[in-house]
């Protein structure tokens, strides 16, 4: 048999490598998949199938990131291949074409649809990748206010089902439009009016987008009640996708956390964490979940994991959330003063300086705590100086609130001054073997119900019997043939 040449694993492992290199498909050219994606909307107005517009707009995220002037220039020239007014339109919204761009690489693809005939919604769509990559620049972010108002006027007077899909992508664009140019207030009886029309036409995904962007307005501007109303007026549609119910559920956690509804909040944001996209995805809505996350679990009084801390896109942008947490977790005031002075640019610009100011009750709360434990008779000169308030009446105040709430064990004595501690309890006594007797009788009792619930094999005796059976069986069968003489000494081995 001729000798197997054996390779190296390591050459294997290079093949193996360029296999699924070679196995994955070149991504398409940017004016290619324009192309591609105005056929399928053709195809969705034609057969009034609408998924395939979904298709299209589940790119767009992708798509946008990898176009610019010279792409949309040209893919406007290849759709619309007579000289029209629309076509003109279209690129004035564009730098005009430079040699360089002349002689750019020119991209053909097959279409089965004459582009010359289009219908609206292509130009809905082309304007929207437009107004995405005057976005990108700030020098150009009012003529992209400009397209915005245009193309909702236009959108408006079209008035296509069909254009549903595209439409609601438009409104969020036009909401990133007027934001960028810090008109916001204006643009709210634009979105009253259309999330109106969108409620009436049941048009859920458009009015999932606008109900977004209300809420989105309202909270920028520290406006909670008309949010508050909005949310009880409004119907959230529950066909909405995942990402804007995840909005959705933000801005909710974001107002009930100011109405101090603290544990609706914590819900709220966590059903937003969960149906949020990947940390990478969209890592700034990441981080502005997790930073309203953090402060609400602390006005609820608990303390925050520190993995939440230690995530590699959280770690940097919670840095002073996290020196916030260890301010409120050792009791000191002037420590959390410290941080508060230190980060409050940062505080106010994430809209969380007003429910960062609530921490310092609770930071007295921790701080009295520890008093209590550590003295059993304090002053309230000693309280102020410890946990650096102002006077001894609000000293006063702060810790017969404390012993009121449950907070702390003690009583208040007015006339000598002092705080009196109740925490501070003998060691050993009848208290504390009732509650030794409570925890031995539940061991017992745990004991006595796991020995009960015990489950044995059924039938586990037929086969040790049968072993046993089987066990005498090869003993006769041994002592017929030392009888009958078959077997010599060396048969029967060493022990014989």
Known sequence: ?????????????????????????????????????????????TTLEPRFTHRVLRTLTALRKRIDASILRNAVEAI????????????????????????????????K????????????YLR????????????????????????????????????????????????????VNDLLP????????????????????????????????????????????????AVFPLSASNGQLARYYFYLGRIKAIQLNYTDAHTDL???????????????FYQAIHKFFVVVELLMGDIPDRTT????????????????????????????????????????????????????????????????????????????????LDSEENAEYVVTKAIRDGVIEGKMVHEKGWMECGS????????VSELFGRRITFCLDLHNQSVKAMRYPLNAHRKELAAAEGAREREKELAKEIQDGDLDDEDMGPEF
């Not at 005009?96 to 020119?106: G, L």
């Not at 979105?191 to 009015?207: G, I, K, V, Y």
């Not at 940097?316 to 260890?326: G, H, Q, R």
């Not at 309890?425 to 009848?430: L, Q, V």
């Open 128 to 179: 929207l990748l437009i107004l995405y990559h005057l976005l990108e620049d700030e020098e150009t972010h009012s003529e992209a206010l400009d397209l915005a108002n245009e193309t909702v006027k236009k959108m408006q007077e079209l008035n296509r089902r069909s254009m549903d899909a595209i439409a609601a992508k438009i409104w969020h664009a036009v909401d990133r439009a007027y934001s």
């Open 309 to 388: 801390f230690r995530h590699e896109v959280l770690k940097k942008p919670l840095n002073a959330y996290f020196e916030t947490v260890k301010a409120v977790r050792s009791g000191s005031l002037a420590r959390f003063e410290d941080t508060l002075n230190k980060h409050s640019d940062q505080f106010k610009e994430d809209n969380l300086f007003k429910l960062v100011l609530r921490l310092r009750q609770n930071v007295i709360k921790t701080g009295l705590r520890r008093l209590s434990l550590s003295y059993s008779r304090i002053s309230l000169k000693d309280i102020c100086v410890k946990l650096n």
């Open 113 to 124: 649809t004459p582009l010359s005939e289009t219908v609206p919604e292509v130009e809905m």
């Open 186 to 233: 204006e643009a709210r009886p634009l979105f009253l009016a259309a999330q109106r029309t969108a409620s009436l036409r049941h048009d859920d995904e458009a009015n999932a987008v606008l109900l977004n962007c209300l809420l989105n307005n309202y909270l920028s501007f520290d406006q909670p009640f008309p949010a508050q109303q909005l949310v009880s007026k």
């Open 270 to 284: 966590q059903q937003a964490i969960r149906r949020a996209p990947p940390a990478k995805t969209a890592p700034g």
């Open 80 to 111: 619309y291949t007579k000289d029209t007014s629309l076509k003109s339109k279209l690129l004035s919204w564009l730098p005009a074409a430079t040699k360089s761009d002349d002689q750019s690489m020119e991209v053909d693809t097959p279409s």
């Open 1 to 45: 048999m001729p000798d197997v040449e054996m390779k190296p694993a390591d050459d294997k492992k290079v093949e193996e490598e360029n296999g699924k290199e070679e196995s994955k498909p070149a991504p398409l050219h940017p004016l290619v998949e324009i192309k591609n994606n105005v056929a399928l909307i053709d195809r969705a107005v």
């Open 424 to 431: 501070q309890k003998n060691g050993y006594g009848p208290e």
